[in-house]
């Protein structure tokens, strides 16, 4: 079989991709094997590909594909989020760029541009996933604006609110101004400002004292409501009963006196704004104050503030400052540090505290079963750090405002007669329900308005493990698939989306909607900024694929992410990977090239086989154990360690035949099946590579495919069998390095003499390992010391060997050498004794992990009297 020179991901990812999708591998269906089921986390409708899709969606692939061995019946669901925010801002674009504007057109017209807009641009970011090798099933693909999943939220308000868990209320929201809509506590975005802050002079009203208000925002100043001070502030006592009459539009307003007010900070005086601050609205509560609203929905000024009428609010405060400044009610000026609120989908748009009526959900009840799945490992958090943060968000849950000022979504089903609201499914519902309540039976739909809310996007995608399984409609997959096996997603919507998928399981089906979570870190550069298209960090997803192959971009996002913690990207990890696969391309080349014959098997194969097959045995139980618990990059650099070294670097050097002679035909063949598992054992990591090597390495009928061979199953392993091996690998190492300091040949070849000990005894009354060390280290002979023989020596394990070779030994530079070794190892065990003298670490480490220790200390100990009787000898 021939095979190219050099490995072209570029062709191998395009066939196989091809050949998969054509065999319907990735395609599930209940039946009678044990389901393994995945949900993608949604991306938005409106998204391309990048470092964070990449790095969590080869993460579910990994997943996915090692089940899929394991002969579970693998599902993962792909799909999009319809992204409300997002993708109305899109369209709204679009519009503007053809002389449109959202307003002159009917909610039906835009809603059938947005449509539109979305069949031609929307779920690129699939398409592209399939290029980074996701063996999603996409036949299952969905989208959380289409019609079933759309049911489903109906569906699940309609409950809510016959529940009384659902509300309309009149609350003070969080404010988009440039999306023009509410937006949750979750997507308002905190930074640290530098800010100024005003102190303004408010007259006494009848009197002429004047009293100073600290204030970042003079512009809301003809909103204020009050004047608030704390009530033991002595130096406002005086005050009681009294007004201040606001500067601007010298409107009288009361002065209150409140425990909120700090004493501290600023004058002790507060304006109070209810309309426009969190805090101050709670205080208008308090004390019946009245509230008014001066902006619009767009930030800017109406007519209720009186002056500035029609102003961006900006632009108000540089009015109100100079006529302040002009009025002599400008006091100072001072830079002030604080934190503010920004729209997760604005970035640069500052949050505008707004009271609005809206609906929302109490969380409170329905948080609580969710939270004790949670702390109690009902659902497991890897890694488990974030089951504080999830317990403290849960514990003080607030009501989640789920209705958005927009016209791309699901549309609240609530119909108005009069004072008089309609909940229900359908329009044809609350019509039924409003002609009951009313006792007007000749009602019609035109009779009713509908609220022209949207609900949350979160309120949809909450559904999102029962919903694409159409579970509110239907039990067949539900029962089969659910709760589904793992969610891997980014810890930083761990209460927009996690947390509410706990819930919605808990509510509707009783039990949990996946068995773990998986939280990702975030990607970061080499210097730990986050990447960002500002900072021109950022790599072109697609572009580092084709450059360096997705299995080498695939290795990269996964070498280096431990679960929750940040990957700190670079390149150069990437091009490891792509290394990694041409290293393997390499000694598939290798293998190929041999010529193979019945001759019988040697000593020396026959131990290598033995070692690596023991050896495979104790890496695969070592990587079955980090799968399960989520430690994929531990993994993934076990494997790597594993296939780089042991498998290329030493056991196929210790069977390779000598030049222009054949193969014996056991080894070969052996060495095929080596091969064939460690490339299924790699497989979910790498599934182009591995693949296209598969089928390199012989003829496979029909359908015998890599992607579906079988998972292996760590088998028993020898440690000493692999100990020994260790040792001849380590004496090896240590006689090419004699060679190299002795400006040897590599092909001059001398006799090594060992002392005698329990380790050289492995290695000379073995006969294959005596011929592995013979072969590889290249030596006329191998065998015991005998007294008054001496040569230039070294150390390997615990036991002394001698390279019998003439030549002039620097005396001084060899005891040089050596006293730099034992003050090493010295070193190290005076860690090991301390250790050991630990008594609480005696007690309570495992006993093996104390005898490993011991072992350590013993096998030190030996070395350095070894090394003593050197010096000795030198001296």
Not at 319 to 348: H, K, P, T, W
Not at 462 to 487: A, H, K, M, Q
Not at 593 to 617: I, L, Q, R
């Amino acid at each position: 079989m021939s095979i190219s020179k050099h490995y072209n991901p570029q062709e191998t990812e395009d066939k196989w991709y091809a050949h998969w999708e054509a065999r319907s591998y990735f395609r599930s269906v209940p039946d009678e094997r044990e389901p393994f089921t995945i949900v993608i986390p949604p991306p938005n409708v409106t998204g391309m590909l990048h470092m964070g899709h990449m790095l969590n969606n080869t993460i579910q692939d990994a997943l996915i594909r090692k089940a899929r061995l394991e002969g579970k019946n693998a599902c993962w669901v792909p799909g999009t989020d319809h992204a409300s925010i997002a993708t109305e801002a899109k369209v709204v674009r679009m519009l503007r760029e053809e002389g449109i504007k959202k307003g002159d057109l009917t909610r039906e017209q835009f809603m059938e541009r947005a449509w539109e807009w979305k069949e031609k641009y929307g779920g690129i970011i699939l398409r592209q996933l399939r290029k980074l090798g996701a063996s999603c099933d996409w036949e299952r693909t969905r989208f959380t604006m289409e019609e079933s999943l759309s049911k489903a939220v109906y569906k699940t308000f309609v409950d809510l609110y016959r529940k009384d868990k659902v509300y309309r209320g009149l609350r003070m929201v969080n404010w988009d101004p440039k999306a023009q809509t509410v937006l949750s506590n979750e997507e308002v975005i905190y930074k640290d400002k530098q800010r100024k802050l005003y102190k303004v002079r408010y007259r006494v009203e009848g009197t002429d004292e004047w009293l100073t208000v600290a204030t970042t925002r003079p512009e809301t100043i003809m909103g204020d409501t009050a004047v608030a001070v704390h009530p033991d502030d002595e130096r406002y006592a005086h005050l009681k009963g009294k007004r201040a009459i606001l500067p601007l539009i010298h409107k009288a307003v009361p002065i209150i006196f409140d425990d909120y007010v700090d004493m501290e900070f600023g004058t002790g005086a507060l304006k109070v704004t209810p309309a426009h601050d969190m805090n101050d609205y709670e205080i208008g509560l308090r004390h019946g104050l009245e509230v008014v609203d001066i902006l619009n929905d767009d930030a800017t000024l109406n007519e209720a503030a009186q002056v500035y009428v029609g102003e961006d609010r900006y632009k108000a405060r540089k009015l109100a400052v100079a006529d302040l400044e002009a009025a002599g009610q400008l006091v100072e000026i001072e830079d002030y540090a604080s934190s503010v609120g920004f729209s997760e989908r604005n970035i640069d748009t500052m949050v505008e505290p707004k009271l609005s009526l809206q609906w929302y959900v109490r969380m409170e009840e329905l948080a609580k079963p969710a939270l004790d799945a949670v702390m109690q490992d009902d659902i497991q958090f890897h890694p488990p750090k974030y089951k504080n943060t999830y317990n403290h968000w849960m514990s003080n849950v607030r009501p989640w405002c789920i209705s958005r000022q927009l016209w791309w979504g699901q549309r609240i089903p609530a119909w108005y007669y009069g004072e008089e609201v309609f909940v229900a499914e359908t329009a044809e519902e609350a019509l039924a329900e409003a002609r009951t309540k009313t006792g007007k039976s000749d009602l019609q739909l035109t009779d009713l308005q509908q609220d022209e809310d949207v609900f949350d996007t979160w309120f949809s995608s909450w559904l999102w493990p029962i919903s694409v399984f159409d579970g509110f409609d239907r039990r067949d997959e539900l029962d089969y698939y659910y709760p589904t096996n793992v969610l891997v997603t980014g810890w930083d919507i761990i209460f927009l989306w996690v947390a509410r998928m706990i819930i919605v399981g808990y509510e509707w089906e009783d039990k949990m909607p996946f068995q773990h979570v998986y939280f990702t870190g975030m990607v970061r550069d080499k210097q730990r900024r986050k990447m960002s298209k500002s900072l021109g960090n950022s790599p072109d997803a697609l572009g580092l694929i084709e450059q360096f192959g997705a299995d080498g971009v695939r290795f990269g996002m996964l070498s280096c992410s431990p679960a929750g913690g940040d990957l700190l990207f670079d390149e150069k990890l990437c091009e490891n990977g792509r290394n990694f696969c041409n290293k393997i391309w390499n000694a598939l080349r290798l293998v190929q090239g041999w010529e193979v014959s019945d001759a019988p098997t040697p000593s020396a194969n026959t131990a290598a086989m033995a070692w690596f097959d023991h050896k495979f045995n104790q890496i695969l139980a070592d990587v079955e154990a980090n799968f399960k618990s989520f430690r994929l990059s531990d993994a993934l650099m076990s494997l790597y360690t594993f296939i780089w070294g042991d498998f290329c670097s030493w056991y196929l050097e210790m069977v390779k035949p000598a030049y222009g002679q054949p193969l014996d035909r056991a080894t070969y063949e052996h060495t095929i099946a080596i091969f064939e598992k460690l490339m299924t054992t790699l497989h979910p990591f790498m599934p182009f590579l591995t693949e296209e090597v598969w089928h390199q390495l012989k003829d496979r009928a029909e359908g015998e495919d890599c992607i579906i061979s079988a998972w292996h199953e760590a088998g028993d392993f020898d440690e000493s069998l692999i100990k020994n091996m260790e040792l001849a690998k380590d004496v090896i190492t240590k006689v090419r390095d004699v060679r190299n300091q002795n400006q040897m040949s590599p092909k001059e070849a001398f006799v090594l003499k060992a002392q005698a000990s329990k380790e050289s005894d492995a290695l000379l009354q073995n006969e294959g390992l005596k011929t592995i060390v013979s072969k590889l280290a290249n030596l006329e002979d191998f065998t015991l010391l005998a007294d008054n023989e001496e040569g230039i020596s070294f150390v390997s394990g615990a036991t002394e060997y001698h390279a019998m070779i003439e030549i002039d030994v620097n005396v001084e530079e060899e005891i040089a050498k050596i006293n730099d070794e034992l003050k090493r190892l010295n070193g190290f065990k005076t860690g090991i004794e301390k250790k050991l003298s630990n008594e609480r670490f005696v007690s309570n480490a495992p006993e093996a992990v104390v005898e490993k220790e011991r072992k350590k200390l013993a096998d030190a100990e030996a070395k350095i009297a070894i090394l003593e009787e050197q010096l000795r000898k030198l001296g």
